[in-house]
Nanobody, 115 residues
Framework: VQLQASGGGLVQPGGSLRLSCAAS????????MGWYRQAPGKQRELVAD???????NYADSVKGRFTISRDNAKNTVYLQMNSLKPEDTAVYYC??????????WGKGTLVTVSS
């Protein structure tokens, strides 16, 4: 199994981006899926996650600005990021807990918020 993330880029403060992460391979089912980020010199942190049933959890720093969602038929998780701030600049990683294979990380996608 593998995870392919896309959607990162350069955006001005106050702008929006949408990240996508598609899982592929021999998938039976996926439990939780989530997004993490790692800024330069900092530890990787949880941004948001979502269960297979749609229950969500957000870091306090992104509540009200970011929305996580998933399409179970497409094995894809999304992160809609609005009102972006320079402190949101980081490499964003998706994570999925596969029922058979366990936890996997995707390669990161860089989000840069700068004027």
């Amino acid at each position: 199994v593998q995870l392919q993330a896309s959607g990162g880029g350069l955006v001005q403060p106050g702008g929006s981006l949408r990240l996508s992460c598609a899982a592929s391979g021999s998938i039976f089912s996926i439990n939780a899926m989530g997004w993490y980020r790692q800024a330069p010199g900092k530890q990787r942190e949880l941004v948001a996650d979502i269960t297979s049933g749609g229950s969500t959890n957000y870091a306090d720093s992104v509540k009200g600005r970011f929305t996580i969602s998933r399409d179970n038929a497409k094995n894809t998780v999304y992160l809609q990021m609005n009102s972006l701030k320079p402190e949101d600049t980081a490499v964003y990683y998706c994570n999925a807990d596969f029922a058979l294979q366990g936890g996997y990380w995707g390669k990161g996608t860089l989000v840069t918020v700068s004027s």
